[in-house]
């Protein structure tokens, strides 16, 4: 260990391990030492005692986890939260989003990024994957709020191959920024919005690039069957038809994927990912979710995400963790399936895979980023603790994280925001409200028809 004082020093914290069977485990009365963004080590408290540091924290009553990564969400719809109440998704997308979506302007989604990066540091996030329009404002977002991001511009055929062209524009240009903090991923929206020779394109520039690919697919059952009627294949097999399944590729929801889906899948050349997000599913009233065990079984990770928060209402991942878990239980009928380690395998090391960071974040070990959040279970609703996985995810709110920490970076310490004023930008964004939301002019920036 270097002489040098030490970045960053934690003692008395509980340690959320994995040990190399990927077991979870909790290291009690432990200290992390972090150095240059970096964990140097997970110690005793004892053994801390006499490290210098430039800055410590004393967690004695805390909790230590890796901090929790949102792998599918629109940060700036933010903005839109609690517009298109109560209506399926037909109507969501068509009455109320892509109406609204074409007022957007990058002053529009600057705010909304900023309110949606401001919740997530609150909520214990500190890594989210983006799929949305004016991504090099929310690039600057997260350069300026120390988040870590994996950004996509999202696009549709009906912008012609320039959309295409900006999306991968962005992710060349962004790729690697802020001191590493942002990666990127090309990012169509759906085999329902982007043709079959888009998405063949789309693969070929990804391997070209080494770059992944972020997109909507099977988001529901209604869209396999469509595509089934339509086309005589799944969107999964579409996906592969257009040579996407060979690329690094992240895939949103994947409620609709069914049986016929996962030799498919499990065949696939490139690395496979799918991100959940529990709480829309049931908000849309969908009859499926997301196949977990069946994707377990042939070895594809499965993220967890909250969506945008105008179909979810919330960026909060920790409440997704729970929902997965209560979720699952009640899809498979099965009170053994999807328990609290099996949740927080998915919060930590599944989702770090699923955004493409599997080495770097999703664990406290020597070596990884310091990506790390403090929890208090100090409250009456966390206590006694007779199993600690469990109290963390079915007890525990986002609102117990204390600290969230990013590359070593404080950015929320004791609950207080560092790095984003949020009520000048409520002040702001209300300001703006009212032209967001017209919908007179009756144009929308897309038709959904699955």
């Given at each position: 260990?270097?002489?040098?004082?030490?970045?960053?020093?934690?003692?008395?914290?509980?340690?959320?391990?994995?040990?190399?069977?990927?077991?979870?485990?909790?290291?009690?009365?432990?200290?992390?030492?972090?150095?240059?963004?970096?964990?140097?080590?997970?110690t005793?408290?004892?053994?801390?005692?006499?490290?210098?540091?430039?800055?410590?924290?004393?967690?004695?009553?805390?909790?230590?986890?890796?901090?929790?990564?949102?792998?599918?969400?629109?940060?700036p719809?933010?903005?839109?939260?609690?517009?298109?109440?109560?209506?399926?998704?037909?109507?969501?997308?068509?009455?109320?989003?892509?109406?609204?979506?074409?007022?957007?302007?990058?002053?529009?989604?600057?705010?909304?990024?900023?309110?949606?990066?401001?919740?997530?540091?609150?909520?214990?996030?500190?890594?989210?994957?983006?799929?949305?329009?004016?991504?090099?404002t929310?690039?600057?977002?997260?350069?300026?709020?120390?988040?870590?991001?994996?950004?996509?511009?999202?696009?549709?055929?009906?912008?012609?191959?320039?959309?295409?062209?900006?999306?991968?524009?962005?992710?060349?240009?962004?790729?690697?920024?802020?001191?590493?903090?942002?990666?990127?991923?090309?990012?169509?929206?759906?085999?329902?919005?982007?043709?079959?020779?888009?998405?063949?394109?789309?693969?070929?520039?990804?391997?070209?690039?080494?770059?992944?690919?972020?997109?909507?697919?099977?988001e529901?059952?209604?869209?396999?069957?469509?595509?089934?009627?339509?086309?005589?294949?799944?969107?999964?097999?579409?996906?592969?038809?257009?040579?996407?399944?060979?690329?690094?590729?992240?895939?949103?929801?994947?409620?609709?994927?069914?049986?016929?889906?996962l030799?498919?899948?499990?065949?696939?050349?490139?690395?496979?990912?799918?991100?959940?997000?529990?709480?829309?599913?049931?908000?849309?009233?969908?009859p499926?979710?997301?196949?977990?065990?069946?994707?377990?079984?042939?070895?594809?990770?499965?993220?967890?995400?909250?969506?945008?928060?105008?179909?979810?209402?919330s960026?909060?991942?920790?409440?997704?963790?729970?929902?997965?878990s209560?979720?699952?239980?009640?899809?498979?009928?099965?009170?053994?399936?999807?328990?609290?380690?099996?949740?927080l395998?998915?919060?930590?090391?599944?989702?770090?895979?699923?955004?493409?960071?599997?080495?770097?974040i999703?664990?406290?070990?020597?070596?990884?980023?310091?990506?790390?959040?403090?929890?208090?279970?100090?409250?009456?609703?966390?206590?006694?603790?007779?199993?600690?996985?469990?109290?963390?995810?079915?007890?525990?709110?986002?609102?117990?994280?204390?600290?969230?920490?990013?590359?070593?970076?404080?950015?929320?310490?004791?609950?207080?925001?560092?790095?984003?004023?949020?009520?000048?930008?409520?002040?702001?964004?209300?300001?703006r409200?009212?032209?967001?939301?017209?919908?007179?002019?009756?144009?929308?920036?897309?038709?959904?028809?699955?």
């Open positions: 260990m270097s002489h040098s004082p030490a970045d960053l020093l934690i003692t008395g914290c509980t340690v959320l391990v994995h040990d190399d069977q990927e077991r979870i485990g909790f290291e009690q009365d432990a200290a992390i030492v972090v150095r240059d963004g970096r964990v140097e080590s997970v005793s408290a004892a053994d801390a005692v006499g490290l210098a540091a430039v800055e410590r924290i004393d967690a004695r009553g805390q909790v230590a986890l890796p901090g929790l990564i949102n792998c599918h969400t629109h940060a719809m933010v903005a839109l939260r609690g517009l298109a109440e109560d209506l399926p998704t037909e109507e969501w997308f068509n009455d109320v989003v892509w109406p609204v979506e074409s007022n957007l302007t990058e002053k529009d989604v600057e705010l909304g990024a900023r309110l949606a990066c401001a919740e997530m540091i609150r909520a214990g996030v500190t890594c989210f994957a983006d799929h949305y329009f004016s991504m090099d929310v690039a600057a977002v997260v350069t300026e709020c120390g988040m870590r991001a994996h950004l996509g511009e999202a696009y549709f055929s009906t912008q012609g191959p320039q959309g295409r062209e900006k999306s991968l524009e962005f992710a060349l240009r962004h790729r690697g920024t802020a001191g590493g903090r942002i990666t990127t991923a090309l990012a169509p929206h759906a085999p329902y919005t982007v043709t079959d020779a888009d998405l063949a394109t789309t693969a070929q520039l990804a391997l070209e690039h080494g770059l992944p690919v972020h997109i909507h697919a099977a529901n059952r209604d869209q396999t069957d469509t595509s089934l009627a339509r086309h005589d294949i799944t969107p999964i097999q579409l996906l592969d038809r257009a040579g996407l399944l060979a690329t690094d590729l992240l895939i949103a929801h994947g409620t609709g994927i069914i049986d016929r889906d030799p498919v899948l499990e065949r696939a050349s490139g690395r496979i990912a799918v991100a959940t997000a529990p709480r829309g599913y049931l908000k849309f009233g969908w499926d979710t997301t196949p977990i065990r069946a994707l377990r079984a042939i070895g594809i990770p499965v993220g967890l995400a909250t969506d945008g928060a105008a179909s979810n209402n960026l909060d991942v920790w409440e997704s963790m729970a929902l997965t209560l979720v699952q239980k009640s899809a498979e009928g099965d009170p053994r399936w999807l328990t609290s380690r099996q949740a395998h998915h919060a930590t090391l599944q989702s770090a895979r699923a955004v493409g960071l599997g080495g770097s999703g664990s406290i070990a020597v070596g990884c980023r310091a990506d790390l959040i403090l929890v208090d279970l100090t409250g009456p609703h966390t206590q006694p603790v007779h199993d600690l996985a469990a109290t963390l995810v079915h007890s525990a709110r986002s609102a117990d994280v204390r600290t969230t920490i990013v590359d070593g970076r404080v950015l929320m310490r004791d609950r207080e925001l560092l790095t984003l004023d949020v009520p000048a930008v409520v002040r702001e964004l209300g300001e409200l009212p032209g967001l939301v017209d919908r007179s002019h009756g144009r929308r920036i897309q038709e959904y028809d699955t």
